[in-house]
């Protein structure tokens, strides 16, 4: 079976994501956390390229349900995911 390429379009969806406001919302994360879960599975690559997107993301910038979202998809893919401080 071939290796997924679902975190290179996990990716550069993310790019678009941050270039369009400079922001990611709970819609496009979502939309992203989507990618990763289509085949039913989320890999070390997709896992990897999801700590790198919510890296980018400001801690100013996180609302109550992002930060629900945040705190679930950790829980659920065994990740701690980082904010950037201001």
Do not use: P
Request: aromatic content about 4%.
């Amino acid at each position: 079976m071939a290796e997924s390429r679902d975190y290179l379009e996990m990716a550069f969806h993310s790019i678009c994501c941050f270039t369009d406001d400079g922001r990611l919302d709970l819609g496009e994360l979502n939309r992203i956390v989507a990618i990763a879960e289509a085949d039913g599975t989320v890999d070390d690559n997709e896992k990897r390229v999801l700590q790198g997107i919510l890296g980018r993301v400001r801690e100013t910038e996180v609302d109550a349900a992002m930060q629900a979202r945040i705190t679930q998809l950790g829980q659920q893919l065994g990740l701690e995911f980082a904010l950037k401080g201001d």
